[in-house]
């Protein structure tokens, strides 16, 4: 089945699932798994961008998609791609993290932040002051905080997806998206340089994050 639907969808890549092209893949085209890992290519990039440098933004990229490469067939519902790459995104992270701080003794990387560790994230995304502020308040936040808000607001994520990507229940997750926004309004307030800023920032942060999204910067792709 999956030769008899792989043309079309070739032909058409805007209308091919995630599932679909999952499924082609599986079934031993390589084309559809590029196609599926391309699709992805700017999202992860914005997902390790404001981690990381540039260089070693591309580096995990490149990680991230050998690991779904080598995973790709443990993945039980392949409608949820996109939580299962996010969720491999953050174990590598948190592995290159790992191997980086291991002789610090520092404590695990979902309790720290970017700003504890003094990593300097990629900063060509930002231009506007309000903007600037968000990104130092997530990277002020712990790990775990960052990147369900960032994968809530800026990747679409939905709950399930949320909860499938930390491995918890639905309903832990929505109080998890709800504890983590009110604590990033608060850094917000707590880094703005004067209330005004922190007022704009804080009041219309979802619009900052989604026109950030348009803003991610171009890298060559592999």
């Not at 791609?81 to 174990?91: I, P, Q, S, W």
Request: net charge positive; hydrophobic share 40%; with cysteine.
């Amino acid at each position: 089945m999956a030769g008899a639907i792989l043309p079309q969808m070739l032909r058409d890549q805007a209308n091919a699932s995630d599932s679909e092209l999952l499924r082609c893949w599986r079934a031993g085209d390589h084309r559809a798994g590029n196609l599926l890992l391309q699709r992805y290519w700017d999202s992860l990039f914005r997902f390790f961008c404001n981690k990381a440098d540039e260089q070693l933004a591309s580096d995990l990229i490149q990680q991230t998609m050998l690991a779904c490469v080598r995973g790709r067939d443990r993945l039980r519902d392949d409608n949820k791609f996109a939580a299962y790459l996010f969720r491999t995104a953050y174990n590598t992270f948190k592995q290159s993290m790992r191997m980086r701080y291991r002789d610090q003794g520092r404590s695990p990387f979902a309790e720290q932040s970017i700003a504890s560790l003094g990593i300097t994230p990629n900063e060509r995304m930002t231009q506007k002051a309000e903007q600037r502020l968000l990104l130092r308040a997530l990277r002020n936040l712990v790990l775990d905080d960052q990147v369900i808000l960032e994968l809530y607001y800026w990747e679409n994520l939905s709950r399930r997806e949320v909860a499938l990507l930390l491995d918890i229940q639905d309903g832990a997750a929505a109080s998890r998206i709800r504890r983590a926004r009110e604590r990033l309004k608060k850094m917000i307030s707590r880094l703005a340089s004067d209330p005004e800023l922190g007022y704009r920032t804080t009041a219309n942060f979802e619009h900052w994050l989604a026109d950030l999204r348009k803003k991610t910067p171009d890298i060559p792709r592999s």
